[in-house]
């Protein structure tokens, strides 16, 4: 953690009262920006908060799986707390989302995830990640759009889970939705970290002083 960040919770100060989205405003309980280390080297998005998540107001918490999430960066070293932690004690991983508000019936579509954009990408630049986990085959398709030279239709979350794909500045290591995972996919996610990612040396050369 940044010996200067005084808070895990939305640590860069975001719009907590957004109203850019009108659909989602009258539904939502909280706006969930991200929560993590603002050092981190690891960036996990999702596509939106879960009902949990919301509740809580920290992304990938509670059911639906972000206790699941929870419990892989755990076995990881990265979460310090129990998996079911409302506000999890986390060192060197972020976790944010395309989107920052949760509609109770549908997924967001395009205007909304558009107008988020400028959230995440300000995350992204501040916190200046080494690995960034897509979660769900629209990050991955979001993010591919941004950050490499494959057409995002040419990406396949069942085909690209816990696999590394090389980006523009950094790595994205895809994982599938925490829901849709099987025990032995979980595994393979943390198993590929730890002896692909971890035991090696990610960073990329960007002038980043190594922490």
Request: net charge negative; glycine share 8%; hydrophobic share 30%.
């Given at each position: 953690m940044d010996a200067n960040q005084q808070k895990f919770r939305n640590p860069f100060g975001m719009d907590e009262a957004c109203e850019n989205c009108?659909?989602?405003?009258?539904?939502?309980?909280?706006?969930?920006?991200?929560y993590g280390d603002v050092g981190a080297e690891?960036?996990?998005?999702?596509?939106?908060p879960t009902a949990a998540a919301e509740a809580n107001g920290v992304p990938?918490?509670?059911?639906?799986g972000g206790e699941v999430v929870q419990s892989i960066f755990a076995d990881l070293g990265f979460?310090?707390?129990?998996?079911?932690?409302t506000e999890p004690d986390v060192q060197n991983v972020f976790f944010t989302s395309l989107t920052r508000c949760r509609h109770p019936d549908r997924e967001p579509n395009d205007r909304e995830v558009d107008t988020c954009e400028p959230f995440l990408n300000a995350e992204i630049r501040m916190i200046n990640p080494q690995i960034i986990v897509p979660v769900g085959e629209r990050p991955l398709r979001e993010l591919a759009v941004e950050y490499t030279t494959r057409r995002p239709d040419s990406f396949?979350?069942?085909?690209?889970?816990?696999?590394?794909?090389?980006g523009r500045g950094f790595e994205l290591?895809?994982?599938?939705?925490?829901?849709?995972?099987s025990d032995d996919e979980a595994d393979a996610f943390t198993t590929h970290l730890r002896q692909n990612v971890?035991?090696?040396?990610?960073?990329?050369?960007?002038?980043r002083q190594s922490r």
């Open positions: 009108p659909d989602l405003c009258g539904s939502r309980e909280h706006v969930v920006h991200g690891f960036l996990v998005v999702g596509t939106r990938f918490t509670g059911a639906d979460v310090r707390s129990p998996s079911d932690a396949d979350i069942e085909a690209e889970h816990a696999t590394t794909i090389r290591v895809p994982m599938k939705e925490p829901t849709e995972m971890l035991s090696r040396d990610y960073r990329q050369t960007k002038g």
